[in-house]
């Protein structure tokens, strides 16, 4: 299990290299893909299944400017240590992720629970106090909603709006709805765009949820998810935070899943490989410069039929030339987030909870606002807590001591400081902390941390209210998929328009016809209480698909 667990990107990818689409240059369509992330990596899947259903004979070429495949999803090793790695990124996914639940299985990757090692108190904190504690280790709402007996009836309503709101984008993945040009009119088809252009707060308040539940546990979970107070967050974002029933992870790393996306498309991959431009030459093929790491920018001499831009735009740094983008590119605010792993031998101090000496202190916590605070975005928005969350993930043996030690991670708007750890842990850390503080100090003495990596990231847009997106056709032959990030950004619904876009490129190719947006809207009409009944109708059904994957029960995914 752990060779397979264990092979690098770079291994996999050697492997996936040896095999080639067979036919001259004249017969072959090539493809560019830029970006190795969860939408580049399903596109060149994809491209490679679809292509091969109708007899298309393609040639994929996939750019990513860092050193591995995954994009926002990687791993570090705790003490350098390649057997305890820990996810820096994008960290679980769930049952009805079919793209995601469907690859793990068939490249037979082992999933887990990635719920801490360590039983005890899960608790969400308001700056002031904790509003709610639950003795469980488990990242499960709706089991823990079971026990909210002070929240009354809201957790029940509130879990079957999330299963009706999922229930509704699922059809995004079977036809008629399935492959879509415009995510903006099939949004406004599946009645989405009514809850993305409303609040998260505003969206519960219509459905009479809006109260404790909502402000305490609902909003823990958007901070957590999406670093996002539901005043500021949309509402499918706010349903989608709530809905991570049967949560799981690749153990080694969910970065495999994607690495193994790529092999199985015999991609030719270029690493370490920033493009820098495109443009379109006189027989309309496209032309793409790329830099190999420190080297200066080179034209590719392979020239492309198509071009997949997986990576967000506004931070690619390529350069376009005339009628390259036909379709303009939207640039939207992303979160800044802060991303610190430490390791220690101390638990969370008491004090800093403003909790009696000797308590009880949760070893995983979320936050929410104080009942007196303003919701507030961007920075700002962690309020009185001043972080989103700081939980146990694992504990893991110190190799200098040979103790057990605590390894956490914590979610900021703002770098961790060695004053806020202090008074996290109880205990006077130095002004500098590094590895090395750990590594000179006497094998007798114990560091308060032991080993530290803090990563900022841009992991997915602010999800403001909005009733249009980023269409994935920018141009002849080009595409685009992280415009649906500001619809919802998951690593599943980035594969999802990666699927889609790949759809596109072979239908085009194939000449397939599908339904048209006008005959699709025509057909859809149906009333309320039967949309409601379809919704549940295919939720079921992608349970029956998933549920079987991981031996567990239907009964168990359904239940509240």
Request: with cysteine.
């Amino acid at each position: 299990m752990i060779p397979r667990c264990f092979l690098s990107p770079l291994a996999l990818l050697l492997i996936g290299a040896i095999l080639r689409v067979d036919g001259s240059p004249s017969d072959v369509k090539q493809i560019a893909i830029i970006g190795a992330g969860a939408a580049g990596s399903s596109a060149a899947y994809y491209l490679q299944r679809y292509a091969n259903e109708s007899n298309i004979a393609i040639d994929v070429t996939v750019f990513e400017k860092t050193g591995h495949i995954g994009g926002r999803t990687l791993t570090v090793n705790v003490y350098d240590d390649p057997i305890e790695p820990i996810e820096l990124g994008a960290s679980i996914f769930v049952d009805v992720n079919y793209i995601l639940s469907n690859a793990t299985r068939d490249f037979g990757l082992t999933a887990k629970d990635p719920g801490a090692e360590e039983g005890g108190l899960l608790g969400i904190w308001d700056g002031d106090s904790f509003v709610y504690t639950q003795n469980s280790n488990s990242w499960d709402w709706v089991k823990l909603a079971r026990l909210f007996w002070k929240y009354g009836t809201a957790p029940y309503y509130t879990h079957k709006l999330v299963q009706s709101t999922v229930a509704t984008f699922l059809k995004l993945y079977d036809v008629p709805f399935f492959p879509f040009r415009s995510l903006s009119t099939r949004a406004f088809q599946l009645d989405l765009a009514r809850i993305t252009g409303m609040t998260g707060r505003q969206f519960l308040a219509a459905n009479n949820l809006d109260g404790p539940f909502a402000h305490e546990i609902v909003q823990a979970s958007t901070r957590v998810n999406y670093a996002s107070n539901l005043e500021f967050i949309h509402g499918l974002g706010a349903m989608v935070a709530m809905a991570p029933e049967g949560a799981k992870a690749i153990e080694g790393g969910n970065w495999q899943i994607f690495a193994n996306m790529v092999k199985a498309s015999r991609a030719n991959v270029h690493l370490n490989s920033a493009v820098t431009g495109i443009a379109l030459n006189a027989e309309e093929k496209y032309e793409i410069t790329a830099a190999q790491e420190d080297t200066e920018a080179r034209l590719h001499p392979v020239t492309f039929d198509g071009v997949v831009i997986a990576t967000p735009f506004q931070f690619a740094n390529i350069s376009t030339s005339q009628n390259v983008i036909q379709h303009p590119i939207d640039s939207i605010p992303y979160a800044t987030l802060h991303v610190t792993l430490f390791a220690s031998p101390y638990k969370f101090s008491p004090a800093f909870f403003k909790m009696p000496p000797a308590s009880d202190v949760p070893v995983s916590v979320l936050t929410t606002l104080g009942a007196d605070e303003k919701a507030q975005p961007g920075a700002h928005g962690a309020g009185k807590a001043g972080f989103y969350s700081a939980t146990l993930q694992r504990i893991v043996m110190n190799p200098r001591t040979r103790n057990p030690e605590y390894v956490y991670k914590i979610f900021s708007p703002e770098a961790v400081t060695s004053g806020f750890l202090s008074e996290l842990l109880g205990v006077e850390i130095p002004t500098s902390i590094t590895p090395e503080d750990d590594d000179a100090a006497d094998d007798g003495a114990v560091s308060p941390i032991s080993w530290i990596h803090a990563t900022v990231f841009h992991p997915y847009p602010q999800k403001y209210p909005r009733v249009t997106f980023q269409d994935p056709i920018l141009g002849n032959g080009l595409y685009y998929t992280s415009g649906i990030e500001s619809f919802i950004s998951t690593m599943e619904t980035s594969a999802l328009m990666g699927m889609n876009v790949a759809r596109l490129i072979v239908d085009d190719y194939a000449g397939i016809s599908r339904v048209e947006d006008e005959e699709l809207g025509a057909l859809h009409k149906v009333p309320k209480e039967e949309e409601e009944e379809a919704g549940q109708n295919v939720l079921a059904q992608q349970q029956e698909k998933t549920a079987g994957y991981y031996g567990r029960p239907v009964e168990e995914v359904n239940e509240l």
